[in-house]
């Protein structure tokens, strides 16, 4: 039994704002970390511009993924 908690009245009408909303972020990376924050800071709210190389793009784009 999971009994769920109270909700005040006007929880829903507060508006739900992310932390980073506003902020515009740049990327220029080109190995794994990199995108992953990029990924985790647009979640948060952030506008994410990836730069990419012309014609090629990124690099992780031609590894093979790993198993095991």
């Avoid at 990924?39 to 590894?63: F, H, N, Q, T, W």
């Amino acid at each position: 039994m999971n009994p769920q908690l109270p909700r005040s009245p006007d929880a829903s009408a507060a508006p739900r704002t992310r932390p980073l909303e506003g902020i515009k972020v740049v990327d220029f990376s080109t190995l794994l970390p990199g995108p992953f924050a990029s990924l985790m800071l647009a979640d948060a709210g952030a506008s994410v511009i990836k730069i990419e190389k012309p014609g090629s793009g990124d690099d992780m784009r031609g590894y093979e993924p790993r198993l095991g």
